[in-house]
């Protein structure tokens, strides 16, 4: 695999840079967004082929041109993954089998087009039933689990797409309210004499 990229720490996230492509491969992508953010990336060696295009009439922050390259990568069927002090662009199919990061219940998922796994506790309905209506929101190559035990979920997708599938879950994950029928036998007394005492 090749090292693409510097060590070192890049100009702030604020900092305005200059992010214009024309059919620009993969390596020379990553060369740039290197330089743009002072991240470091592993390509893979056998790196796919890529033509991006990027037109800003003025400069944009490093960290909106950070998130168009992940927009990009996704794009094109790919991912970035830690590897240590590197980042590793990887094929999104099968994203949740790396090691991806992992975001707990109350911490916020980035906005952004990189992969990570999102753990939810679900309050008001069955983690189960969440799971299969959100699977019908999810990306190809998103994943959803409900693990009953605790009544959890567990999604692997984009930030992006797994804010947009919390706001969902917001709004279908209520309390019960309204009229409710319960259907009680009576075992030591007479249903018609307790219904009219009742």
Do not use: C
């Not at 900092?15 to 893979?44: N, Y």
């Amino acid at each position: 695999a090749g090292l693409e990229g510097r060590g070192g720490g890049g100009p702030p996230p604020s900092a305005l840079v200059d992010f214009t492509l024309e059919d620009a491969d993969l390596p020379g992508l990553v060369r740039m967004i290197s330089r743009i953010t002072g991240k470091r990336f592993i390509l893979p060696g056998k790196a796919r082929s890529i033509q991006a295009t990027v037109a800003s009439e003025r400069p944009v922050t490093a960290a909106a041109a950070y998130a168009a390259f992940l927009s990009i990568l996704q794009l094109n069927g790919m991912t970035i993954v830690p590897a240590g002090r590197y980042l590793k662009i990887v094929e999104s199919a099968g994203a949740e089998s790396n090691p991806l990061p992992v975001y707990p219940d109350g911490q916020a998922a980035p906005g952004d087009d990189r992969y990570i796994t999102r753990m939810h506790r679900v309050e008001n309905v069955s983690a189960e039933d969440v799971a299969t209506l959100l699977s019908r929101f999810k990306s190809r190559e998103g994943n959803i689990t409900a693990y009953a035990p605790t009544n959890t979920i567990i999604i692997t997708d984009t930030g992006t797409n797994i804010r947009r599938m919390l706001r969902i879950l917001q709004e279908i994950d209520v309390p019960r309210t309204g009229e409710q029928i319960w259907i009680e036998p009576i075992h030591y007394a007479n249903a018609t004499e307790l219904a009219a005492r009742l």
